[in-house]
């Protein structure tokens, strides 16, 4: 039920979303969803031993994305960490391993800090308890919502961008919903609504409906939809305009030159540093700009490489949260290296046509230990392939 709507046009006709207010009672929405859930629930492996580890995980796999992409991570890692004690005792290197291609490390570094208060002050078990879940490193006011809910049947409720999309459709709202105080909001109007018998059931029944009818890309399927009946946005024609987010800044470009780098049967790998982007991963080494495979080579002669070759590997492009990488790729066999290899010197410092990077420790490693061993992001991945 709507109980205020200002809606606001602009002379094209087209609802603005500046200083729109909109409540609603979403009491209507539980029974219609519960029952749709009930015959349309995805079969997820954390779903069907929802154990607090397994819903934490998953749900901390499940941020930035897909759910068919994690399934498999999901079943690897619980094969190999079993328990939280085994993820608060695992080495960082085989860590990082096994969250190679997901992305945002600092996910899976939060995890693993988590798991070790948990086993120094809750003896290795999560806590049944909203609020001590809240103050865990990595845990917020949504997967704190989805363990309480999932795992321990506290009536908690799991907002996220996918909620907010589906619930702010359902009231035709146009409040933008990046904005914290929206979000809070709705976990009030959830809160006061969500079964005291099935808080679980009824978070993922939204989680479901947004990820297989109300969907985020394209026209949302309201023809399969249980509550079409009481969407505002289906009424009045405007789901597609909902929901409201500000535009996303430009990201900043950086222009990087990848060195796949081989002697031996063996490639050039180091670690970045501790703090920034990547910080503390393995990667393919690299300058700064796109040079030339005449710039390459200079800098090479220059350093004292003599018999060496040079073959291009292509462009690519990644795309980070705020950052764009837009990478020319080079694979450069060497024959032979100096004594004192000074593009993995941590001392050495590469300047070309203005442009200069730091080059920390190399070390040279065989495909089969870059497979097994060490952790290169999928910013690399382009590059990583021609290894052989």
Same mark, same amino acid.
């Given at each position: 039920? !709507?109980?205020?709507?200002?809606?606001?046009?602009?002379?094209?006709?087209?609802?603005?979303?500046?200083?729109?207010?909109?409540?609603?009672? %979403?009491?209507?929405?539980?029974?219609?969803?519960?029952?749709?859930?009930?015959?349309?629930?995805?079969?997820?492996?954390?779903?069907?031993?929802?154990?607090?580890?397994? !819903?934490?995980?998953?749900?901390?796999?499940?941020?930035?994305?897909?759910?068919?992409?994690?399934?498999?991570?999901?079943?690897?890692? @619980?094969?190999?960490?079993?328990?939280?004690?085994?993820?608060?005792?695992?080495?960082?290197?085989?860590?990082?391993? =096994?969250?190679?291609?997901? /992305?945002? %490390?600092?996910?899976? *570094?939060?995890?693993?800090?988590?798991?070790?208060?948990?086993?120094?002050?809750?003896?290795?078990?999560?806590? +049944?308890?909203?609020?001590?879940?809240?103050?865990?490193? /990595? @845990? /917020?006011?949504?997967?704190?919502?989805?363990?309480?809910?999932?795992?321990?049947?506290?009536?908690?409720?799991?907002?996220?961008?996918?909620?907010?999309?589906?619930?702010?459709?359902?009231?035709?709202?146009?409040?933008?919903?990046?904005?914290?105080?929206?979000?809070?909001?709705?976990?009030?109007?959830? *809160?006061?609504?969500?079964?005291?018998?099935?808080?679980?059931?009824?978070?993922?029944?939204?989680?479901? =409906? /947004?990820?297989?009818?109300?969907?985020?890309?394209?026209?949302?399927?309201?023809?399969?939809?249980?509550?079409?009946?009481?969407?505002?946005?289906?009424?009045?024609?405007?789901?597609?305009? &909902?929901?409201?987010?500000?535009?996303?800044?430009? *990201?900043?470009?950086?222009?990087?030159?990848?060195?796949?780098?081989?002697?031996?049967?063996? %490639? +050039?790998?180091?670690?970045?540093?501790?703090?920034?982007?990547? +910080?503390?991963?393995?990667?393919?080494?690299?300058?700064?700009?796109?040079?030339?495979?005449?710039?390459?080579?200079?800098?090479? =002669?220059?350093?004292?490489?003599?018999?060496?070759?040079?073959?291009?590997?292509?462009?690519?492009?990644?795309?980070?949260?705020h950052i764009e990488w837009h990478m020319v790729?080079?694979?450069?066999?060497?024959?032979?290296?100096?004594?004192?290899? &000074? =593009?993995?010197?941590?001392?050495?410092?590469?300047?070309?046509?203005?442009?200069?990077?730091?080059?920390?420790?190399?070390?040279?490693?065989?495909?089969?230990? @870059?497979?097994?061993?060490?952790?290169?992001?999928?910013?690399?991945?382009?590059?990583k392939r021609f290894i !052989?």
């Amino acid at each position: 039920m !709507v109980q205020e709507t200002d809606l606001c046009f602009d002379i094209q006709g087209d609802v603005k979303a500046i200083g729109v207010k909109m409540n609603y009672d %979403y009491s209507e929405t539980v029974e219609f969803l519960l029952d749709w859930y009930d015959l349309n629930r995805r079969f997820l492996p954390w779903r069907e031993e929802p154990r607090p580890y397994y !819903v934490w995980i998953s749900e901390i796999m499940l941020q930035q994305t897909r759910v068919e992409a994690v399934k498999v991570y999901f079943e690897r890692f @619980i094969s190999t960490l079993p328990s939280i004690k085994d993820l608060a005792d695992c080495e960082e290197e085989k860590l990082l391993k =096994l969250w190679e291609g997901l /992305g945002y %490390y600092n996910r899976v *570094r939060n995890l693993q800090k988590t798991a070790k208060i948990i086993v120094e002050e809750y003896n290795g078990q999560m806590p +049944a308890d909203y609020d001590k879940l809240l103050q865990l490193p /990595g @845990i /917020g006011s949504y997967t704190a919502g989805a363990i309480a809910s999932i795992s321990f049947q506290i009536p908690e409720p799991a907002v996220d961008g996918n909620v907010l999309r589906v619930m702010k459709r359902v009231a035709g709202s146009f409040d933008d919903i990046t904005k914290a105080p929206v979000k809070k909001q709705m976990e009030n109007d959830l *809160r006061e609504i969500i079964p005291r018998d099935r808080p679980g059931d009824f978070n993922q029944s939204i989680m479901d =409906l /947004g990820a297989t009818v109300c969907i985020p890309n394209g026209k949302p399927l309201c023809d399969k939809c249980p509550i079409i009946h009481l969407c505002n946005g289906f009424q009045k024609g405007i789901q597609m305009l &909902i929901p409201v987010k500000p535009e996303k800044k430009p *990201r900043k470009i950086e222009d990087r030159t990848i060195l796949l780098m081989e002697f031996d049967n063996r %490639y +050039a790998i180091r670690k970045r540093g501790s703090k920034g982007l990547l +910080a503390r991963l393995w990667e393919l080494p690299g300058l700064d700009g796109k040079l030339s495979v005449m710039a390459v080579e200079e800098i090479l =002669l220059r350093e004292g490489y003599r018999n060496f070759t040079i073959q291009p590997l292509g462009e690519g492009k990644h795309i980070f949260s705020h950052i764009e990488w837009h990478m020319v790729g080079y694979h450069i066999k060497f024959m032979e290296v100096p004594d004192e290899d &000074i =593009l993995c010197n941590p001392d050495y410092v590469a300047e070309y046509n203005g442009y200069e990077t730091v080059n920390t420790d190399c070390i040279w490693v065989s495909k089969e230990r @870059i497979n097994k061993e060490f952790t290169l992001p999928s910013a690399f991945e382009i590059y990583k392939r021609f290894i !052989v």
